[in-house]
Antibody, heavy 114, light 108 residues
């Protein structure tokens, strides 16, 4: 069974940093591109970033470019998102997603507030 | 950026009804890069359709997808009580991989 388990969310002040992790199991993690998708409270879905299966290629939404960094460690079956210069409008549930869209984690809540 | 516009925003229907949800793109999208998701409150989205018309694993055949170019449709032939939820389309052919704003399906 495919499992994606996000962690690392929490409450942070504007301008602060967080590192999200997503542990993957039940599939060949290193064969698949992975994405982060977020959802602000009561709002729709927003694609945030994607990383290729080997980690050599990344892409970001303009709203997070130069502030967020997606990375992965295939030896640990883990996806990461380093989030810097956080803003109030980054508040959302962050989902780890196999890039095919077929599998999503349960999400981790990031709240940015003073 | 490719903007996806879903219509209608909200629909109120009854179990047993059929429905067609629209997703219109601001520029042409490759059909192989269009997906539809269902999301229920407090849950992660679930993939229904990929490649515009292929059902994901375990999705009932009352769900079907169609379309090409700028116009895509998710059709649910006979609504079951568990189908009342939010529905989102997504294009993943051109970065940023945008989502539509969603259509909410309510029970009448």
């Amino acid at each position: 069974e495919v499992q994606l388990l996000e962690s690392g969310g929490g409450l942070v002040q504007p301008g602060g940093s967080l590192r999200l992790s997503c542990g993957a199991s039940g599939f060949s993690f290193s064969r698949y591109a992975m994405s982060w998708v977020r959802q602000a409270p009561g709002e729709g879905l927003e694609w945030v970033a994607v990383i290729s299966n080997g980690g050599g290629t990344t892409d970001y939404a303009d709203s997070v470019k130069d502030r967020f960094t997606i990375s992965r460690d295939n030896s640990k079956n883990t996806l990461y998102m380093e989030m810097n210069s956080l803003r109030v409008d980054d508040t959302a549930v962050y989902y780890c997603v196999v890039a095919t869209g077929a599998h999503w984690g349960q999400g981790t809540l990031v709240s940015v507030s003073s | 950026e490719i903007v996806l516009t879903q219509s209608p925003g909200t629909l109120s229907l009854s179990p047993g009804d059929g429905v067609a949800l629209s997703c219109r793109a601001s520029q042409s999208v490759s059909s192989i890069h269009v997906a539809w998701y269902q999301q229920k409150p407090g849950q992660a989205p679930r993939l229904l359709i990929y490649g515009a018309s292929s059902r994901a694993t375990g999705i009932p055949d009352r769900f079907s997808g169609s379309g090409s170019g700028t116009d895509f449709t998710l059709t649910i032939s006979r609504l079951e009580p568990e189908d009342f939820a939010m529905y989102y389309c997504q294009q993943y052919g051109t970065s940023p991989y945008t989502f539509g704003q969603g259509t909410r399906l309510d029970i009448k």
